[in-house]
C-alpha cells in the first residue's frame, strides 16, 4: 500500500498570504495524484487532478506540482473561503490511498 | 449537473449489517464508477471500494473483503454499499463519490455525495 505523508499537519497564515501544502508518496505515484478541500461539515471537493490539471470551477489561485514522490499545493494568495484541510489522493497502485490532510487556518 | 444523494443517518449494532443508498441525477450512471470513502469522526479519508456499473464490476479495499458488497440499480441510477459485522470502529461519515472520467476510470472523485454518517453502538 502506498502511505501519502503530507506536511505540515496545520499551516497558520492570514488572509492574501501564499500557502504551500507538501504531499510526499512513500514509492512514485508518477502523476497520479489528485488534491481535494474539505470544510467542516461537507463532503471533499476535488480541486486539482493527475498533479496540476484544475477540476471545473477552481479558482487559478489553486496550482498543484511535482512528480515521482514529491508534490505540492500552492494556493497563491489564500481566500477567507480556503481555510479548511487539504488531502492528497493517489491512483497509482490498489488500493487508492489518501494522505492524512494539511489544515490550513486563520493566523 | 451531477448530484449525488445519499440515504439518512444509521444507528446499527455490533454485529449487524448497513446497507447505505447513494442515488444520482443528472448525467449518465452507468457511464461513471461510484467510490465509497469513509472518514471516521475527527479522522482522514479511507477508500472502502468501487463498482463501475457499465461493466457490472468492483474493487474493494482489502482491509473490507469479505465485509462489503457494493452494486448499482442502473434502472434507478443508484449505488449502494452494505457492509456487515460491524463493530464501534466502523462508525464513521460515509461518502459515495462519482469518478470523474466517464467510459473509462481515472479514478479522480467529483461530485460527492453529501454523506451519511454510520454509528455502531450497543
Known amino acids: 500500500e502506498i502511505v501519502l505523508t503530507q506536511s505540515p499537519a496545520t499551516l497558520s497564515l492570514s488572509p492574501g498570504e501564499r500557502a504551500t501544502l507538501s504531499c510526499r508518496a512513500s514509492?512514485?505515484?508518477?502523476?497520479?495524484l489528485a488534491w481535494y478541500q474539505q470544510k467542516p461539515g461537507q463532503a471533499p471537493r476535488l480541486l486539482i487532478y493527475d498533479t496540476s490539471n484544475r477540476a471545473t470551477g477552481i479558482p487559478v489561485r489553486f496550482s498543484g506540482g511535482g512528480s515521482g514522490t514529491d508534490f505540492t499545493l500552492t494556493i497563491s494568495s489564500l481566500e477567507p473561503e480556503d481555510f479548511a484541510v487539504y488531502y492528497c489522493?493517489?491512483?497509482?497502485?490498489?488500493?487508492?490511498?489518501f494522505g492524512g490532510g494539511t489544515k490550513v487556518e486563520i493566523k | 449537473q451531477v448530484k449525488l444523494v445519499q440515504s439518512g443517518a444509521e444507528l446499527k449494532k455490533p454485529g449487524s449489517s448497513v446497507k447505505v443508498s447513494c442515488k444520482a441525477s443528472g448525467g449518465i450512471f452507468s457511464n461513471h464508477g461510484i467510490t465509497w470513502v469513509r472518514q471516521a469522526p475527527g479522522q482522514g479519508l479511507e477508500w472502502v471500494g468501487e463498482?463501475?456499473?457499465?461493466?457490472?464490476?468492483?474493487q474493494y479495499a482489502q482491509r473490507f473483503q469479505g465485509r462489503v458488497t457494493i452494486t448499482a440499480d442502473k434502472s434507478t441510477s443508484t449505488a449502494y454499499m452494505e457492509l456487515s459485522s460491524l463493530i464501534s470502529e466502523d462508525t464513521a461519515m460515509y461518502y459515495c463519490?462519482?469518478?470523474?472520467?466517464?467510459?473509462?476510470?481515472?479514478?479522480?472523485?467529483?461530485?460527492w455525495g453529501q454523506g451519511t454518517l454510520v454509528t455502531v453502538s450497543s
Open positions: 514509492q512514485s505515484v508518477s502523476s497520479y
Open positions: 463498482i463501475f456499473p457499465i461493466f457490472d464490476t468492483t
Open positions: 463519490a462519482r469518478d470523474l472520467c466517464g467510459g473509462s476510470s481515472c479514478q479522480w472523485f467529483d461530485p
Open positions: 489522493q493517489q491512483r497509482s497502485n490498489w488500493p487508492l490511498t
